[in-house]
C-alpha cells in the first residue's frame, strides 16, 4: 500500500469539544485527570524506550494516543467498580489505581510482579483495585465481564462493570451473544468499545462493511453512544450516564469512542511505514492528542501552567526511574514458583458443611 | 433433546437392595444435588437451556425455579461461548454456577472459554481469582444421535491443566460428585451419561460428598483390571459376571474422576492382577483410554504380564442408524471378549478401525 | 405454567394477505405450490402417526405448519440452488427435491438411506438436487452456507445459497459473524428465519430482549425483511427478490418469517400440554393454517375444487405408502458399511500433478 | 503477532549443506508451498487474520495477494468459529482453503466447526462431500506468550475421527505436507513451530509432496527410540548428540503425521530398540505422548524392554514470565536425562507436575 491518503478521519470537535464539559468538574478533578493521562504517556514511553534492551520479555501493546479513554472511564468508577480489558492492558490497570512497581515487576517477569510473572503485560490485574481481570484473547473478556455484573447484580452488589474492547473485537461472536444476553437480564456491564480503526494491521474496512457499531449494539436492545475518544471528559461524561443507567437496573450500555494508538499495534515502534496505515493518517491524529488537547484546554482556562507541568513531569519522572529501579532488582521466580496456583485449593464458602 | 427418552425407559437395570438404604433414581440424585447446594449456599445457581422447561434436563432440574426463584434457575440464550464465558466471570465474582447442557457436543462451542480462561484464570492472575465452576453435560447413546449428538468429549479434556473432569457410574456418584464438584474451588466438568439415567441406586438424604480424584473398585478381582468410569462400568460390571463364567476373576476400577486421574489406584490395582483393560465411551485414539493405559506401561511397566489393552470407540464418527450403532458401540460382550484375549492369550484387541 | 394467554400472536393478514401475490404466479404453480405443501404435511403426518412404531429410531422434528416457509423458498429457486438447514430439515428436502423414498429408507435407517444411514433425519442431504449440507448444530450451517456462497462468487457460478434458520439460532455469535462476513463480501447467501417463537419449549422472551430481528440483521448491513411465513406466496416472492438480490451481486438478505409449529419441538405428538405455550395459542395459529388459507385463496379463485384436492389426496397417500413399504422392505447396513467414507480417498482435481 | 520475531531470529540451527540442494528458509518453504499450490489450482485461496498485511503471518504469505489477488488471498474478521465454516463450505464445494491462524489457541474458538462439521460430513453424507481444507497455525513459545498464546493443542486432536493432523519439523517437509495437505480431500490441520521458522533447510524447487500418515527415520539407533513431531524434533536430535557421547545410540522417529499414527513405524523401530521415549510440544498428559505411549504398550508390548517414557510440557498452564518458561519447557538435557535413565536404569521420568 502506498496510498497516503488518510483511510480513517478524526471527526470529534477538538478543542472546541470540552466545551460542554469542562463546567461539570471540579478543578482538582479536572487537573487528576490530566495528570493521570500524562502518567500514563510518560510511563508508555520509558517502556517504548527501554523495550529493546530485552529486559522485559513480554509482548507489549502500548496505548500512547489513547489514554483518554482508559483515564476518562475510570475516572467514572469507584474503586469496588470492576474494569476487564483485553490484551491493551496497561492504560486500563493505572487509570484504575493498579500499583506501577507491580507492572513492571511483572513486565520484567519477576516474582513480585502483579500476577507473580504468570502473566506478562496482557494480564496486568489487581482486584484490590478492580483491575479484575483481563485476555489475551481477543473477546474472551467480554463474557466474562458480563457474567461479573450477573453476578454483583446476584448479590445486591452496588457494582458496575466495565468491560474494554476494540472494534475487531464487535467482530467476534462472543461480544453479539454477550451483549444479547446483558441486555436480557439488564445486568449492570458497560462495554467500552475504543474503536482505533485496526486489528493488528488489518484496517476496519477489510473486516466489516461499513457500519454505524451503535445500531449494532442497539439491534441487541443495549443502549448505544459515540464518544470522542480524543475527549478525556467526554469519556467521562458519558461513561458516568452510562454507570447512572447500569446502577440504576437500566442495563447495559455500548459506549464507542473513536481513538488512535500512536504506534505499532505491538512493540515498541511505529509501524505505519510498512505501509498498512498513511503516515499521514498517523499524523492528523497525533495533532488531536488527548493529552495536548487537554492540556491547551486547561491552560486557557487557567488551571494549568508550564510551572505546573514541569513539576507533574518531575513527580512522574522520579516515580517511573524508582519503579524501573525497583523492578530490575526484584527477584525472579524459583522453579517451585511454577507449580503453584494450578488448582485452587482453599475451601470454598461452602466447605463447611458435607 | 426428549427424543431418546422412549430408548432410555426401556432399558433393564437390576434393582438395588432397600434393605441397604434409600432407593432414588439416577435423576433425582442429580435434582437432590442441586437441591441442597442451591439451598445452601446463596451462591450456587443453576443455568442452561431448557433447565426451566418441562423437560427440565431429564428431569434433573425439576421443580427447582419454583423452589429457588427464576433468578437462581433459569434458561439460558443459545450462547454457549458466551454462557461459558458469563458463568466463568460469575464464578470469579463470587457465585457457584452450575451450568448444563443436554449434550458435551454443545460444550465444544465453548472450548475457548473452558480451556483458555476458566482452567487458566487461577493460574494466570497468580491465585487471586477462583473459578468455582460446574459444567455439566449428558453423553448421548443411541436412537439416532449420531456424529453431531453423541460426542464423549471427556478424552479431549484429560490434558488440560487447572481442569477437573468427573463421570459418575451411579446414582449414589451422581450426587456425592455433583455436590463436590459445586463446593470445588476450580472448574469441573462433569460428564453424565444418558443411559445411566434409568438406574436406582442406594442414594443417603442430605449433604454427602464423593471425593473428586479418588477411583473407587467396584469388584475385586485377581485376574485383570478392567478401568474406566461412567457407564464403561456398567458395561464392565456385566462383562466381569460373564468372565466370571469362564473361571477369569476381573478387578473393576471406577475411577468416578478422570482429570485428575488416581494413578495411584490404578497402578495398586494393576500390581495385584498384572493386566489392565481400559474401557471409555469416548473414542479410543488419545483421550482416557490412551492416558490410562500410558500410564500403565509408564509407571506400572513392572507389573504388567500382558500388552495394555483398551475399548473405546472406533476411529469413526457416529452412525445414526440403528444398525450400524450396534455395530459401533462396544458392549458387555466385546469387552468380555477382550479381556479373555488379554489373559488367556496376552493379546490386547486389533485396531477397530480395520476390523 | 398455567396461562392460558395468547405469548406470540399471528400478525399477518390471512387470506387478504394473499391478495397482493396471487396475479404475479401462473395457476400451475400455483397449484404445484399447493400440492407440494399438502405433501409434505401428509408425508409429517404419516411420519408422526408412526413414529410410535419404533421402526424410525431416529429424532424428528416436523414441520407441520411451517411447510409455506419449506415450499414457498424452493419455489423461487432453481435446482442448482443450494439449500442448508439445521434440525428441522424435512420441509426444505422435501421442497427442494429430495427422494421421498430415500428420505424415508434414511429415517428407517436402511442402507439406501439418502445418506446411507450415517445421519438420520437431521441429515436429510441430496446434494443432485442442492440439498447441500444440514447440521444437528444450532448455528452450524450458517457458515457453511455463507462459505458454499462464497464458492460460488469465486467460482463465478449462477448460484445462490439459502440457509434456513431458526429464532434461536440468531443468539448464536457464529450466525451474527456469518452475516458480517457475508455483508462484507457481498455473497450470494439468503439467511431464511424461521421464527416459531420457541427454541426446543424455551420462549424467544427468555432468550432475547424484545427486540426487531431485522434490524439486528440490517446493523449487519444485510438487506433484511419480515414476511408472513404462513403465505406461500409472500414467502415466495421475498425470496425472490432476494435471490434477484444475491445474483445480480447484490449481496445477502436476512429474511424473517414468523411461523408455527403445531407439534412438539421434537418426537411425533404435540406437548402444549405440559404448559411451555398455551394451548390457545397453538389453536390460534391452526387457524392460520398455511395449507388451509391457501386452499382457500385457491378455492376462491377457482383453481382448486374438492374433487381435485380429493385427487391430490389420493396420489400423495399412495406415494407415501409406497415409499414407506419400500423403506421398511430395503436392506439393513453391514458392519463393512460402518467403516466406509471416515476418510475421503479420491484424488481431488489437483491430484494429477506433484 | 510479530512480538517474538526478536527471540526466533536470535534462535542459531546449523545451516545445511548447499552442495546437498538448493537452500531455503523454512518461511520460504511455506511461502513456495502456498505460491505453488495457488498457481496450480484456481480452487485454491488463502485466508487467515492478516495474511495480507506486512507482517504476512510470520511472512509465509508474502507476496501472495500481489500474485493472486484480493479474492484468492485475504484478510478476515476476527471471527474464527464463522471462518472456520465459511472455509469447510467453501471446501465442500469445490475449493480448497488454507485457512491460516497465528497460534493455535485461536483455533479452539473454531472447535465446533473443526470438529463437529469439517471433519464429518464426508462421513456424515456417506461421502457425498469432500472437505479439502487446510487449518494451519503456529504454536508459540517464549518470550511471554503466557497461557493462551502457546497452547500446542495437537493432542486434543488425536481422538477426533475424520481429521488429519500434521506437524513438520524441517523446511523440506513444511513444503512437501502442506502441499499434500493442499492436495488431501481432508480436513487437515497443520501445526508449525513458531522457533522453527528461522531453520533454514534443503528445499527443491517446485511441486512435491511429503506423504501423509508416513512417520520418517532422522537418525537410525539401537538403544532407544525417541519419537516425536514438530520442534520436539529438533530437541531430541540435540540430545542424540549428548546421548551418543554417554554411548547411548538413539533412533529418532520423526511422526510428521500426528493423525492417523504411523503405528507401523513405531512399531518396528520399538522392535529394534526395545525402549521409547516420547517428547511432544504439547501437554504430557493425554494426547501425542499418551497415543504413542498406549501403542507401544499395546501392540510393541514384547519388544518392550524398559517402561514407556514420555516429555512433554508439565500438567500446568504455560506461565508468561521468562524464568518461569526455562522451567516449565522440555529442553535437550531434559531428554537426554529422560533416554539415560531410561537405557540405564529401566525408569521412566517421574510424574513433571509434582517436581
Ligand atoms: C481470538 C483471537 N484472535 C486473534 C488474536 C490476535 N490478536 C491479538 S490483538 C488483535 C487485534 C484486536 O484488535 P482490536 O480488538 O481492535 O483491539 P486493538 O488491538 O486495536 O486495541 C488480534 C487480532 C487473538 N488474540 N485472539
Ligand atoms: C449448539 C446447540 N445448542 C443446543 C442444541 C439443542 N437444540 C436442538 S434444536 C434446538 C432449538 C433451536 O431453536 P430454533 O433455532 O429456533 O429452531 P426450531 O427448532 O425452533 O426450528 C436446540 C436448543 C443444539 N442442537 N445445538
Ligand atoms: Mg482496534
Ligand atoms: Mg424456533
Known amino acids: ?354 | 433433546m426428549p427424543w431418546d427418552e422412549g430408548l432410555v425407559n426401556s432399558l433393564v437395570y437390576d434393582q438395588p437392595d432397600p434393605a441397604e438404604g434409600r432407593v432414588t433414581s439416577y435423576v433425582q440424585a442429580v435434582n437432590e444435588a442441586l437441591s441442597l447446594a442451591l439451598a445452601h449456599d446463596p451462591g450456587v445457581f443453576v443455568l442452561g437451556q431448557g433447565v426451566d422447561d418441562p423437560s427440565a434436563m431429564f428431569g434433573t432440574t425439576r421443580g427447582l425455579q419454583e423452589k429457588f426463584g427464576r433468578d437462581r434457575v433459569f434458561d439460558t440464550p443459545l450462547s454457549e461461548e458466551a454462557m461459558m464465558g458469563v458463568a466463568t466471570g460469575a464464578a470469579m465474582n463470587g457465585m457457584r454456577p452450575v451450568y448444563m447442557h443436554n449434550r458435551p457436543d454443545f460444550v465444544l462451542l465453548a472450548f475457548n472459554q473452558l480451556i483458555t480462561h476458566a482452567a487458566k484464570f487461577h493460574y494466570m492472575d497468580n491465585g487471586q481469582t477462583n473459578v468455582p465452576l460446574v459444567v455439566w453435560a449428558a453423553i448421548g447413546r443411541g436412537w439416532g444421535s449420531g456424529a453431531q449428538h453423541s460426542q464423549a468429549i471427556q478424552g479431549l479434556l484429560v490434558g488440560v491443566p487447572g481442569l477437573k473432569v468427573v463421570m459418575p457410574s451411579t446414582p449414589y456418584d451422581a450426587k456425592g460428585l455433583l455436590l463436590s464438584a459445586i463446593l470445588d474451588n476450580n472448574p469441573v466438568c462433569i460428564f453424565e451419561h444418558r443411559w445411566l439415567m434409568k438406574k436406582d441406586g442406594i442414594v443417603p438424604e442430605g449433604l454427602y460428598r464423593v471425593p473428586i480424584g479418588k477411583a473407587v473398585c467396584r469388584r475385586p478381582g485377581r485376574d485383570i483390571t478392567i478401568v474406566g468410569a461412567s457407564h464403561a462400568i456398567e458395561l464392565a460390571m456385566q462383562a466381569a459376571e460373564r468372565l466370571s463364567d469362564d473361571g477369569i476373576d476381573a478387578e473393576i476400577l471406577d475411577l468416578r474422576t478422570i482429570k485428575p486421574l488416581d494413578e495411584a489406584a490404578i497402578l495398586e490395582s494393576l500390581h495385584k492382577t498384572g493386566r489392565i483393560l481400559v474401557v471409555d465411551t469416548g473414542w479410543m485414539k488419545g483421550g482416557v483410554c490412551a492416558e490410562v493405559g500410558c500410564v500403565a506401561a509408564e509407571r506400572g511397566f513392572a507389573d504388567l504380564k500382558a500388552p495394555v489393552a483398551r475399548i473405546g470407540l472406533p476411529d469413526v464418527p457416529t452412525p445414526a442408524g440403528y444398525t450400524l450403532e450396534q455395530f459401533y458401540y462396544p458392549d458387555a460382550a466385546r469387552i468380555a471378549t477382550a479381556a479373555l484375549d488379554l489373559v488367556r492369550h496376552g493379546k490386547a484387541p486389533g485396531p477397530v478401525s480395520s476390523r
Chains 1, 3 share one sequence.
Open chain 1, 1 to 354: 500500500m502506498t496510498e497516503t491518503n488518510i483511510r480513517y478521519r478524526y471527526d470529534g470537535d477538538g478543542v472546541p469539544g470540552f466545551e460542554p464539559f469542562t463546567g461539570r468538574h471540579a478543578s482538582a478533578e479536572l487537573l487528576d485527570l490530566y495528570r493521570s493521562m500524562l502518567r500514563i504517556r510518560r510511563i508508555e514511553e520509558e517502556i517504548g524506550r527501554r523495550y529493546h534492551e530485552d529486559q522485559m520479555k513480554t509482548p507489549i501493546h502500548l496505548v500512547i494516543g489513547q489514554e483518554a479513554t482508559a483515564v476518562g472511564c475510570a475516572g467514572a468508577l469507584r474503586l469496588t467498580d470492576l474494569l476487564y480489558s483485553g490484551h491493551r492492558t496497561h492504560g486500563a490497570y493505572l487509570a484504575k489505581g493498579g500499583d506501577l512497581k507491580a507492572m513492571l515487576c511483572e513486565m520484567h517477569c519477576r516474582v513480585n510482579g502483579c500476577v507473580g510473572s504468570r502473566g506478562g503485560s496482557m494480564h496486568l490485574i489487581d482486584k484490590r483495585v478492580g483491575m479484575a481481570g483481563t485476555s489475551a484473547i481477543v473477546g474472551g473478556a467480554v463474557p466474562i465481564a458480563t457474567g461479573a455484573a450477573l453476578a454483583a447484580q446476584m448479590k445486591g452488589e452496588d457494582r458496575v462493570v466495565v468491560v474494554f474492547l476494540g472494534d475487531a473485537t464487535t467482530e467476534e461472536g462472543v461480544t453479539a451473544e454477550s451483549l444479547n444476553f446483558a441486555a436480557l437480564k439488564k445486568v449492570p456491564v458497560i462495554f467500552f468499545c475504543e474503536n482505533n480503526f485496526y486489528s493488528v494491521q488489518s484496517p476496519l474496512a477489510t473486516r466489516q462493511p461499513n457500519r454505524d457499531l451503535r445500531n449494532w449494539a442497539a439491534a441487541h436492545e443495549v443502549a448505544a453512544v459515540r464518544v470522542d475518544g480524543t475527549n478525556v471528559l467526554a469519556v467521562h461524561d458519558a461513561v458516568a450516564t452510562a454507570v447512572a443507567l447500569a446502577r440504576s437496573g437500566g442495563g447495559p450500555t455500548f459506549i464507542e469512542a473513536p481513538v488512535y494508538r500512536f504506534r505499532a499495534h505491538g512493540g515498541a515502534g511505529d509501524d505505519s511505514a510498512t505501509g498498512y496505515r498513511a503516515e499521514a493518517e498517523r499524523d492528523a491524529w497525533e495533532s488531536v492528542c488527548p493529552i495536548a488537547q487537554f492540556g491547551d484546554v486547561l491552560g486557557q482556562s487557567g488551571l494549568l501552567d508550564d510551572p505546573a507541568i514541569n513539576a507533574m513531569e518531575r513527580e512522574i519522572s522520579t516515580e517511573i526511574a524508582e519503579a524501573f529501579a525497583f523492578a530490575l532488582a526484584s527477584p525472579n521466580p524459583t522453579e517451585e514458583d511454577l507449580y503453584q496456583h494450578v488448582y485452587a485449593t482453599e475451601a470454598g464458602p461452602t466447605d463447611a458443611v458435607g
